[in-house]
């Protein structure tokens, strides 16, 4: 079972990322799948959750306000974030999690069943 994220890197105030997630090991379409993100010396941040295909929701963070959106390819076994508009703050390590319910995903109380290796965004000018 593995998760692996890809597509970070260094983006200018402003600027755009979509980031991908892997899934292998497991069919993704029976979990929910979601991203949190952290930095050196904060509390991990939940960013967004999409719900497995029995309720097809999605979730978001008060921080994200419009600016990500959520998606996931069930046939390919692939979760996306798209990041518009961002800011030198949302600069911090990005991971991907699956777990049967988003909770654990948003909640940094919990640990999901699943995480991958992170990727490193940077928001710099």
């Known amino acids: 079972v593995q998760l692996q994220a890809s597509g970070g890197g260094l983006v200018q105030p402003g600027g755009s990322l979509t980031l991908s997630c892997e899934a292998s090991?497991?069919?993704?379409?029976?979990?929910?799948i979601g991203w949190f993100r952290q930095s050196p010396g904060k509390e991990r941040e939940g960013i967004s959750c999409?719900?497995?295909?029995?309720?097809?929701?999605?979730y978001y963070g008060d921080f994200v306000k419009g600016r990500f959106t959520v998606s996931r390819d069930n046939a390919r076994n692939r979760a996306y974030l798209r990041m518009n508009n961002l800011r030198p703050e949302d600069t911090a390590v990005y991971y991907c999690?699956?777990?049967?319910?988003?909770?654990?995903?948003?909640?940094?109380?919990?640990?999901?069943?699943?995480r991958g290796r992170g990727t490193q965004v940077t928001v710099s000018s």
């Open positions: 999409a719900s497995s295909k029995r309720d097809g929701a999605t």
């Open positions: 999690a699956a777990d049967w319910i988003c909770n654990p995903i948003l909640n940094a109380k919990y640990s999901p069943d699943y």
């Open positions: 090991g497991f069919a993704l379409e029976d979990y929910a």
